[in-house]
C-alpha cells in the first residue's frame, strides 16, 4: 500500500506555510509517477487545490521546472541502459552546461530511469573530469 497519507500529512503541516523545499523534493524525486498521480488525487480531495498550481505558486525557476516535470512525465522503464543512449546524455549535458542551459537538465533527470541516470553520470564525469554532476565545482 503507498503511503499517500503519511505524505500528505507531511504537506498538510506545511500548508499555510512556505513549502519546505526538501520535503517537496524528497516526496517528489522520490516517488514513482503511478504514486505521483495517486498523491495529486489526494492532495487535490484534501485541499481542495490542485498540487502542480501549489507548487507553482511556492517554487520559482529551474527548481519549480523540475518539479512540475516530475509530476508531469512517466520516466522509462528501462532495467538495462543503453551505453550509446547514456552516451549521448551525458554529452548533451556537457554541451548544455557549458551554454547554460538548465532544460536538458530537466529532461534527463525528469525521463530517464534512476539506473539510466547513474549511467549517464557515470559517464558524464569520465568524459568531462574537470566537471562533475554532483557538486558546484567545476
Known amino acids: 500500500v503507498f503511503p499517500s497519507k503519511e ?3 507531511k504537506i498538510e503541516k506545511m500548508n499555510g506555510e512556505q513549502k519546505n523545499e526538501n520535503l517537496l523534493s524528497e516526496i517528489i524525486c522520490s516517488r514513482r509517477y503511478v504514486h505521483l498521480l495517486n498523491v495529486q488525487e489526494e492532495y487535490k480531495r484534501i485541499f481542495l487545490a490542485n498540487l502542480q498550481d501549489d507548487i507553482a505558486g511556492d517554487t520559482s525557476g529551474d527548481y519549480m521546472n523540475f518539479l512540475l516535470a516530475l509530476l508531469n512525465k512517466k520516466r522509462s522503464k528501462t532495467k538495462t541502459p543503453e551505453k550509446e543512449m547514456c552516451e549521448k546524455s ?6 548544455a552546461l557549458d551554454n547554460n542551459v538548465g532544460n536538458k537538465f530537466i529532461e534527463v533527470f525528469s525521463e530517464k530511469s534512476v539506473r539510466e541516470i547513474i549511467v549517464i553520470c557515470r ?6 573530469k574537470k566537471h562533475s554532476i554532483f557538486s558546484n565545482n567545476t
Open 123 to 128: 559517464l558524464f564525469e569520465k568524459i568531462h
Open 90 to 95: 551525458a554529452t548533451e549535458l556537457k554541451d
Open 7 to 9: 505524505i500528505l500529512n
